[in-house]
């Protein structure tokens, strides 16, 4: 085990008492619990954990959170994880892992872990609980509202916790909200999508840090939908570096990160100490690792005159340099020394100076952290005075608080984020019953100097490793490339050079790439403004995304009452929409080929049945249901009579079919009508969109009832003598009894509906029951044919038999630019109606085209099973390219009842072309077709009386 | 995600409704009596305005009703709710 030369004596939010094991790319160390993998291996001495993914260059850890462009690890073990920043992994014992230079690997086995979603809802939701938020959270909770407080640390206390001295009322804080009745904190949860109408999604990680020990009763992650009447964003500040040469070695970190390990993970980052800043923050740092045994060689200042901060530091006995910068640093791979010079009105001067060091710290100011509030829709304001882009207007009930409006004291946070808590509650309709509670932190006497604006440090040597984006390798050279090629808009710019575009979305590098392309361009940074904000703020898992929606969960599967039944009849399933419909009933030995020709048989020369009840099934009522149906319909429904059936077609208003189905009048005013399985939703859509927005006056009601009804279909010349054995009070005879028309009489003692249609154009019957009578009346069916040698078919054989009579499956023949005209139905269109949905269009000159493509059977030579999809071309020799297509084949099948393969297809000008012979490319062969009608099997229609 | 304030059930998310275009498209009282031109722009011309817009919204996993809103399509703001038959609010 390797010891942890780095880590300091004592302090810190670590227990030294629960020292954990971990592997980083193959050797083995050891951690504390508290640390984050950086901060552990940081503590073993190790700051490289990889190369850049375009340059190949050492990179090391450079912050202490999110934004972490450079150390991003694979996770190998316990369950591997790609693209993790080592900055946010909380150390666990048994924690795998390695550096990734460029892409991560996902597991190739399933994840065991489970992941889930919560929805709520609250009043004043709170992102971020460092000490803007946590005033927030407890002022908005004082008034009563319900409060969530989300936060992705462990703890509260936010940038606190990177401090030297936490002040106790932030776990007092989070502890009060704990118990508050109304308020949830949400620890180790990342809000990570800002969407409309204050919905905000984030993920909360449960089990992550507990490696192998994560109870399997807990999910891992759970997606958290949150909806706000107020949001307050605190989500703080990111520290951003400074374009210098070599910027981006090892050993090169943000002075606020190694202040945070030094404070929360007692961790020293390095032995010596450069400090290179633009403004106050960063001699906090320089005083905490002065503390902490670290020996700070200089303080670099950017700055000619930097106020109280640097006259603190220079009593505690650091080297000051003001008006300095640092110009580059060497050292292989890590930092060892680093080089300043004087810096004058942007230009070097003076002689140089080499400071031995293994660790720079940069600060080049502070980015509010706008991504959500952006994201919201909110704009921002580039403000001169702290050298950063901060949130201005936003139509959605949401406010800033704290550093992420450009707050940075932490009187001003507190103060900011019990305001924006209040105010929020009250916009909620609360009231702040309490006054405020005081602040207890007290204001600094320090004088204190305004940050410098520093973007660029001029390179004599050039700006080939001035990096901007760590991540994408992009640096002050790329950009000057960009611009000299023209690019002016960030937009562009990010595009052309990736600046930005990585895992980590530019988090450190997006408004230091605004600032030196506005320094290339000699514009102003807010003329330039930044890119784009989009979710998420960090990435998500897929996995967590998905939560229990997945395998089975995924889509809901329906089934029919006899679903059990054909599962123990061995058969196979087909997904038609979200049913389980069975495809074909193999016997044994049987593939799918010989079962269905076997069903075939049965159907067209004995019995057979088959489960029907996934057709849609919709009732419609009232005193216009009739003229409602005629309406919808293209031929006319309200002559039917009651008792009988008849086969209609609906159009869209572009006049191209949408559905067909059958329709039975039940009585003068009720019909109960079907539609193809895949479609019953959306024609319940279109019937009620019609009722509701273009004839409110009409009477008349639609109800679904595909489940209130099994169907059987029972099919085949012997059909009649099943049923008539069956239903002793039906008289079954043809003429009592004709095709489509139906009769209600009891059926094996069920009481049953039995219509007289056909899909197949055999002699057949539609049975339909009550779902729970399902299973009897199958049965039965089942016995009383077995004599017979009763069939049970699914919907292979369905659509080879339909198939062989023309029948058309909408959805399959057809798409969107299908008339009924173009399928050889013109007479389901009526003539006399005055108009119905789709008729004008019927009279357009395009629907009226002869060359419009048309439904036609085709017989390939040498029986040939031609795969659906296929284009068909004229001649037997390919034309050049483009070439010609006179259509494509819908479907295709082998039949047994005409001994050969058929296909329908639609075909321009199909029926003029009835006797050509056409072709077919299949791969590199052109086969061969004779193009015929549609029906045929029985063109005559005589079998289907039996 | 949207809150769309349904007439008749109040606000609820946008899943839980369908889309329908733009509002206040009629059905032509005689479509025969239209030019081949007249029918297209029936069919297949829309606004497609930066700012108000009113629009059909089916509230199909709840009250199955359609009404109409008109949305600012360049922020999302629904500005006003009114059902089917009402006259469409003016929005100042």
């Known amino acids: 085990m390797t010891p942890q030369p780095f880590r300091l004596p004592d302090g810190g939010r670590i227990s030294r008492g629960a020292p954990l094991a971990f592997r980083f790319d193959g050797v083995a160390y050891q951690g504390y619990r508290g640390d984050t993998l950086a901060s552990a291996l940081l503590a073993a001495g190790v700051h490289q954990t990889s190369t850049s993914v375009r340059l190949g260059r050492p990179r090391g850890i450079f912050t202490a959170g999110v934004e972490e462009p450079n150390a991003i690890v694979q996770i190998e073990a316990p369950f591997p994880e790609p693209m993790l920043p080592a900055t946010t992994v909380e150390l666990y014992d048994g924690l795998v892992a390695g550096g990734l230079p460029g892409q991560g690997r996902l597991a190739t086995e399933p994840d065991p872990a489970r992941y889930d979603a919560r929805y709520a809802h609250c009043d004043v939701l709170v992102v971020g609980a460092g000490p803007a938020g946590l005033a927030a959270a407890a002022a908005a909770a004082r008034t009563g509202a ?47 999508g800002y969407y409309d109408d204050n919905y905000l999604l984030a993920a909360e990680r449960r089990t992550n840090h507990l490696g192998s020990q994560a109870p399997s009763r807990l999910s891992r992650e759970r997606i958290w939908h949150i909806r706000a009447r107020q949001v307050v964003l605190a989500t703080g500040a990111h520290e951003r570096s400074v374009a210098f040469a070599g910027n981006d070695r090892p050993g090169v970190m943000l002075a606020a990160a190694a202040r945070t390990y030094v404070n929360r993970y007692a961790v020293a980052p390095g032995r010596r100490a450069v400090v290179f800043t633009t403004g106050d923050s960063a001699y906090c740092a320089a005083l905490d ?3 902490a045994g670290v020996d700070v060689a200089a303080v670099v200042d950017a700055r000619p005159e930097p106020g109280g ?22 050292g292989e791979p890590r930092v060892a020394s680093v080089a300043v010079r004087a810096l004058c009105a942007a230009e070097l001067t003076g002689p140089a100076r080499e400071f031995a060091a293994d660790l720079l710290l940069v600060s080049g100011g502070w980015n509010p952290v706008a991504h959500l509030f952006s994201q919201a829709g909110g704009q921002l304001r580039y403000d ?9 207007g936003c139509r959605q009930a949401v406010r800033v608080a704290g550093a992420a409006r450009g707050v940075f004291d932490l009187p001003g946070c507190l103060a900011d984020g019990a305001e924006a808590g209040r105010r ?22 320090e004088r204190s100097a305004p940050s410098a604006h520093l973007w660029v440090v001029p390179g004599p040597d050039g700006f080939g490793t001035h990096f901007v984006d760590l991540q994408r390798d992009v640096t002050v050279a790329d950009l000057a490339r960009a611009t000299g090629a023209g690019l002016r808009s960030v937009e562009h710019l990010k595009r052309y050079t990736t600046a930005g575009t990585a895992h980590d979305q530019g988090k450190t590098s997006g408004v230091l790439t605004s600032g030196v392309i506005a320094q290339l361009l000699g514009v102003e940074v807010a003329e330039l403004g ?48 979200q049913w389980h419909r069975p495809w074909y009933y193999p016997r044994d030995g049987e593939d799918m080929a010989a079962a269905v020709a076997r069903e075939c048989r049965a159907a067209r020369e004995g019995v057979a049945f088959m489960d029907a009840s996934t057709l849609g099934k919709i009732d419609v009522q009232g005193p216009d249901a009739g003229d409602f149906l005629d309406r919808l319909y293209t031929n006319m429904i309200s002559t039917l009579r009651v008792g009988m059936i008849r086969y209609g077609v609906m159009c869209r208003a572009d006049g191209m079919v949408f559905d067909d189905g059958t329709v039975i009048r039940l009585a003068e ?16 859509d279109w019937m009620e969109e019609w009722l509701q927005t273009e004839w409110p006056d009409l009477r008349a009601h639609c109800t679904s009832v595909t489940e209130q009804w099994a169907t059987v279909a029972l099919v085949g010349p012997r059909s009649r003598e099943v049923l008539a054995g069956l239903a002793p009070q039906l008289a079954v005879d043809a003429c009592s009894f004709p095709f489509m028309a139906w009769r209600e009489t009891a059926v094996a003692g069920i009481p049953a509906r039995v219509c007289r249609i056909s899909f197949s154009g055999e002699l057949a019957y539609e049975i339909n029951v009550l779902p729970w009578y399902a299973t009897a009346l199958w049965e039965a069916l089942y016995e009383a044919g077995r004599p017979l040698g009763i069939t049970p078919y699914g919907t292979e054989t369905m659509h080879v ?11 399959q023949d057809t798409d969107g630019t299908v008339t009924p005209q173009d399928l050889g139905m013109g007479w389901v269109v009526s003539k006399k109606k005055r108009d119905f949905i789709g008729k004008r269009s019927h009279l357009r000159a395009d629907t009226g085209r002869a060359d419009r493509k048309q439904l036609v059977a085709l017989l390939p030579q040498d029986d040939v099973l031609l795969p659906e999809g296929a284009q068909l071309v004229a001649g037997d020799r390919l034309a050049d390219p483009p070439v010609p297509m006179l259509g494509h084949i819908t479907s295709s099948y082998r039949s047994v009842a005409l001994g050969r393969t058929f296909a329908l297809a639609l075909v321009r000008s199909g029926r003029e072309r009835v006797g050509e012979r056409l072709y077919v490319p299949v791969g590199e062969e052109l086969i061969p077709v004779t193009v015929t009608g549609p029906v045929l099997y029985d063109p005559e229609g005589a079998r289907r009386d039996g | 995600m949207l809150l769309i304030p349904c007439p008749w059930c109040g606000p609820r998310d946008e899943a839980e409704f369908g889309y329908g275009g733009q509002a206040h498209v009629p059905y032509p009282e005689d479509p025969t009596a239209l030019t081949d031109e007249e029918w297209a722009r029936y069919l297949f011309f829309r606004n497609n305005p930066k700012g108000p817009h009113p629009e059909r919204w089916c509230h199909a996993a709840g009250c199955r009703r359609w009404f109409n809103a008109v949305r600012n399509t360049a922020t999302n703001e629904i500005l006003a709710v009114y059902r089917v038959g009402e006259p469409r609010p003016v929005i100042v």
């Open chain 1, 424 to 445: 929020a509650a009250e916009d909620a309709g609360f009231t702040a019953a309490r006054p405020l509670p005081p602040t207890s932190a007290a204001g600094s006497a």
């Open chain 1, 289 to 291: 690792l002065a503390a």
């Open chain 1, 530 to 577: 930044t890119t784009t904000f989009r979710p998420p703020y960090t990435p998500v898992s897929f996995a967590a995304l998905a939560g229990r929606n997945r395998g089975v969960l995924h889509d809901p599967v329906r089934v029919t009452a006899l679903h059990d039944w054909h599962l123990a009849h061995g058969a196979r399933f087909e997904n038609v929409g």
């Open chain 1, 146 to 192: 319900r409060v969530i407080l989300a936060d992705d640390q462990p703890e509260p206390g936010g940038s606190l916790l990177g401090t030297a001295e936490i002040p106790d009322w932030a776990a007092e804080t989070g502890s009060e909200l704990d118990a508050a009745s109304e308020a949830r904190v949400l620890r180790r949860t990342m809000v990570f």
């Open chain 1, 801 to 811: 038999l339909r198939a062989e009579k023309g029948y058309p499956i909408v959805g």
């Open chain 1, 384 to 392: 001169a005075g702290l050298g950063a882009f901060v949130p201005d």
């Open chain 1, 309 to 330: 901060a640097a006259e603190r530091a220079a009593r505690a006995g650091i080297e000051v340099l003001a008006g300095h910068a640092v110009t580059g640093t060497s």
């Open chain 1, 669 to 684: 005013d009720r019909f109960l009508l079907t539609t193809t399985t895949g479609n019953a939703a959306a024609v319940l």
